[in-house]
């Protein structure tokens, strides 16, 4: 999800308030203009947003778990214990037991040597890439890369050479011109997302593995919507593909998605760790994540690991509705993942389309420009292990009925 930031010179040009004013008329002209849903109930299944009652199908919330009844008791009592907020960054006073047990917990649970929590995805991405390279470096970055990647390689100044989504051979290309150019003596790496958040589809993450071997580049996975869902054990995409540290150096994660509470994190090396430690600004320079979720997390971690029936529903799910999408004639884009992208093209008619099913019930994002390419606009519909057979089926109902009037 690369999202394109508009310019901003153009639209504050001689800071006339027209021009703002003009720039979001068009906005909304084009069917990109975006609000706000005001919710009012837990993210679960059915929720009550903007005043209406929904079936919600457009939540990361992929085993069912931020409404968990032991999660928020494990978050109220270390509320109780360490109070609400952290106070502090991690390395002045605002690192508690509660962060530590976590980071040694997502070691043990992703097979690393350490992890380091940072406050969001986006700000562990744009951690690791400003740390690792700089001026002279190079990045070598999937096109369809989360907008966090996309800015972590902006700010770390590092050339950034764009392969065309998931082909390996663009990207071999692309480091075999750099090379060509005595560039080996600068720091090289590879980045993609492990699960794409836009499509649904998923990183050959065995081939970039070894193609990082073949060039001795570092190679990153950001697993923010495979952790939780896809492995044994629910340890993401790499442990699915049974890659390891030594395969893959990086790893980010979010917490916020299939585990339920919030916050992210990096495992890899014990030497990778305390380098951030040392040198990723975003985690130094930021308050600490409340100690209650960090103790939240905790629980979620241990439900992930005993629940497999969560994945197992979820995955059964996924393919209900790819079968029923099939029969129904419903185009569903190649994913095998909760995240089930209907291309439409136009922004208008992707617009249309989910205003429509917003009105008999069923919440389903509307994805257009700058998010997506131009002319990509679709459906962004995402399954839950809170969801049953017969919402499924409700949701294939009535989409297959409002795609036919659209």
Known sequence: MPFLLPNKRHILMKNNPNTIKNWLAKKKQQQRYRSHRITETPQQACMQI??????????NDYLGLANHPDIISSFKKAA??????SGSAHLISGHSKAHQALEEALADFTGRDRALLFSTGYMANIGVLDSLTER????YADRLNH?????GALLSKASTKRYQHNDIHSLERQITAQHKKNL?????IIVSDGVFSMDGDVANVAQLASLAKKYQTWLMIDDAHGFGTLGKTGGGLLQQENLRQADVPIMMAT???AVGTSGAFIAGSEELIEYLIQTARSHIFTTAMPPAIASATLTSLEIIKKESWRREKLAVLITQFKQGAKQL??????????????????????????QQLLNKGLLVSAIRPPTVAKNTARLRITLSANHNKQMVEELLEKLSKVLMTV
């Open 136 to 139: 002279g470096d190079t990045i």
């Open 147 to 151: 907008a966090s990647l996309v800015d």
């Open 80 to 85: 109780d214990k360490f109070g609400v907020g």
């Open 184 to 188: 080996t003596n600068s720091n090289e």
């Open 329 to 354: 004639g419903i185009e569903l884009m190649p994913s095998d993942t909760a995240i089930q992208p209907i291309l439409v093209g136009s922004s208008k008619k992707t617009v249309a389309i989910s």
């Open 255 to 257: 917490l916020g998605k």
């Open 50 to 59: 903007d005043g209406q009652s929904v079936l919600n199908f457009c939540s």
